[in-house]
């Protein structure tokens, strides 16, 4: 079992900046993928960026690539999502996932069934 407790959501203004944290604990060998991905009411989860833990290599969705900087500190099993810029639009729940192996590609690593541990969430509001 692994456990993935996010935190750092919270509200901003447009143009603003957050960080999001997300801290893995029990049995986390093997999980070398790290994914944070979001959700709106009414909408699927969508893959917002991923890292490998191994070497570092990081992948980003389109909407996010110049704003977003996914980074790990591997001492603290934790990993992070700087958010900079932010619109309205990256308004929504915003959830870390763990994935068995590596990333794979920048495809597949955004991919949500590609994750078997989810954290319970932490919310993230833009106002214009």
């Known amino acids: 079992q692994v456990q993935l407790v996010e935190s750092g959501g919270g509200s901003a203004q447009a143009g603003g900046s957050l960080r999001l944290s997300c801290t893995a604990s029990g049995y986390i060998y093997g999980y070398r993928c790290m994914g944070w991905f979001r959700q709106v009411p009414g909408k699927e989860r969508v893959g917002v960026a991923a890292?490998?833990?191994?070497?570092?290599?990081?992948y980003y969705a389109d909407s996010v690539k110049g704003r977003f900087t996914i980074s790990r500190d591997n001492a603290k099993n934790t990993v992070y999502l700087q958010m900079n810029s932010l619109k309205p639009e990256d308004t929504a729940m915003y959830y870390c996932?763990?994935?068995?192996?590596?990333?794979?590609?920048?495809?597949?690593?955004?991919?949500?069934?590609?994750?078997?541990?989810w954290g319970q969430g932490t919310q993230v509001t833009v106002s214009s």
């Open positions: 890292v490998y833990i191994g070497e570092g290599n990081t």
């Open positions: 996932a763990a994935r068995l192996g590596g990333c794979v590609s920048p495809v597949q690593a955004l991919v949500e069934s590609n994750y078997r541990y």
